[in-house]
């Protein structure tokens, strides 16, 4: 059962986050963005945006089977350098511990993206991890109905 609504608790708080969201939606290559959202959301398990990307990046036109792969990603073929640097990445930041994001998953990505890309991916891991906290804190459920 859901805690609370955050929208309608704390509406600047929620408003502030969705600043963010905007703005990594207006940088961030599309596909690449779901990937990382769903990869970063599968890590935290957070059921509610797990469901939401997922049917995102379904209607914008991404494959099932990479979709199914991002819990796999290092051992499925389905994707390219840039998206492999960007879920890296995104697991090194989500998962950041005592000793941060390692520099040779730092480096692989700077190798394909360029500084600006990189800023705008690290706001996009940050602003999902952020998400997927107030979600799971709330227990936010998905619709019963896709």
């Not at 819990?71 to 511990?97: H, M, Q």
Request: charge should be negative; hydrophobic fraction near 45%.
């Amino acid at each position: 059962m859901q805690r609370m609504n955050m929208a309608e608790v704390a509406p600047e708080a929620f408003q502030a986050v969705l600043g963010l969201e905007k703005y990594v939606r207006a940088t961030v290559e599309h596909g690449v963005l779901e990937l990382v959202k769903l990869r970063a959301s599968m890590l935290n398990g957070c059921a509610y945006c797990v469901d939401m990307h997922s049917r995102d990046a379904l209607a914008a036109g991404e494959s099932s089977r990479r979709l199914f792969a991002v819990s796999t990603w290092r051992e499925a073929p389905f994707f390219d350098e840039r998206e492999r640097t960007a879920l890296a990445l995104t697991d090194a930041v989500t998962r950041l511990g005592e000793h941060g994001v390692p520099d040779d998953v730092w480096d692989a990505a700077a190798k394909v993206w360029s500084e600006k890309e990189l800023a705008d991916l690290v706001t996009a891991i940050a602003t999902i991890n952020v998400w997927n906290r107030i979600a799971v804190t709330c227990r936010t459920q998905p619709p019963a109905q896709g």
